[in-house]
């Protein structure tokens, strides 16, 4: 299940004199990773990894209670994160970012 993400910071950083003044504004983390993939020959090319095999690359968001709040998949091993980043920021069903966080 994943939900919106809140638009506040999370009490734990709130309360907290070590992260407070270095995350105040922050609602959660973005990070992405690879996993194995099967895809046709034909297309193989661009989902080849660094390493054997071919994989897909993805991201997702999660907030501070480790709840996925935002998941895009299906990206080609070698697309670079800031590519994905960028096409999940502009899609209209994409990954919204509450202004100030």
Known sequence: MIRPPANQCH???QQSTRFNPYFKDCIGAIDGAHV???VPR???A?????KEGTIQNFMADVDF???FTY???GWEGSAHDAFILANALKRDDG????TGN
């Open 95 to 98: 990954l919204k970012v509450p």
């Open 46 to 50: 661009a989902f080849r990894g660094t």
């Open 36 to 38: 194995l993939a099967r």
């Open 71 to 73: 998941v895009l998949v």
């Open 65 to 67: 209670d480790l709840k």
């Open 42 to 44: 034909r297309i193989s």
């Open 11 to 13: 009490p734990k950083i």
